[in-house]
């Protein structure tokens, strides 16, 4: 596992650890969740606009970004789903920006940051998330099954996180969707081409989202062509004063006759 991933993985636990030990969450009440692999898989374009404001790879992205600014935009230019970071020390994200999210649209939203308990799982459901993430460089294989479980009686979807052929091995099939992303968690270099090679050994059946090093419709176009229906697109929009702006230009451009 990556230096810079075990730093955060630690400090998540001990977050997680003391925030659990005084909250808990009754979500037995909460609305219908919203099928993000069906809206996927139903999209012509399947892009899952991100709000972030920093990341530990980039520093400041967008860092006065505001929920209620960037989340409408991304859902009138055509965004299929929203991403919401809700890390604080390394992506200076927040619960309350998936809680005021969901307040803003009725389009599904996924809970990104690093599950480490099912207490986390069941504070999405209560924040108003539709699907979780589950990294499979920060988790065994018995937690990725558990939390996949423990998503699914809560309400809630599964995207299974990959970033290199060897953690195939730790695809679990009950998710509803697997995501490649293409970042080295080791270097920070992205290679799209990642997606592509991963994509011909996972099952036709999970709904496939390509993840980090977009930036073209040409690049999206490629990947549609071999099996994804979702892509993950976050610093693109997020590093321009208007994100929703940038994803209305970014759906308008004509893919290269090359690709």
Not at 103 to 114: A, E, G, M, V, Y
Request: one cysteine or more.
């Amino acid at each position: 596992m990556a230096n810079i991933l075990q730093q955060i993985v630690d400090n998540k636990r001990r977050e997680v650890e003391a925030i659990a030990s005084r909250r808990s969450y009754d979500c037995s009440g909460r609305e219908k969740m919203r099928s993000m692999s069906n809206a996927l898989a139903s999209s012509d374009t399947g892009i899952i606009a991100e709000f972030k404001r920093r990341s530990p790879s980039k520093g400041d992205i967008h860092p006065s970004a505001l929920v209620t600014e960037v989340i409408p935009g991304y859902v009138s230019a055509g965004a299929t789903a929203c991403s919401i970071l809700t890390d604080t020390p390394y992506f200076g994200g927040a619960l309350t920006d998936l809680a005021l999210s969901r307040q803003l649209t009725d389009i599904p939203l996924l809970r990104k940051d690093f599950i480490v308990s099912e207490f986390q799982i069941h504070e999405a459901a209560w924040y108003g998330a539709d699907t979780v993430l589950l990294i499979a460089s920060a988790l065994s294989r018995d937690e990725i099954e558990r939390f996949t479980s423990c998503a699914h009686d809560a309400g809630l979807e599964v995207l299974l996180e990959l970033h290199s052929m060897e953690e195939l091995d730790k695809f679990c099939p009950e998710v509803e969707m697997t995501g490649v992303n293409n970042r080295n968690l080791s270097t920070f270099h992205t290679d799209p081409a990642l997606s592509l090679k991963v994509a011909r050994e996972l099952p036709d059946n999970v709904v496939k989202i390509a993840e980090s090093g977009l930036s073209s419709m040409s690049e999206v176009s490629r990947l549609r062509d071999a099996g994804y229906r979702g892509f993950l697109i976050g610093e693109t929009f997020m590093k321009e004063s208007d994100p929703g702006l940038a994803l209305s230009r970014f759906l308008s451009e004509p893919p290269s006759k090359n690709t």
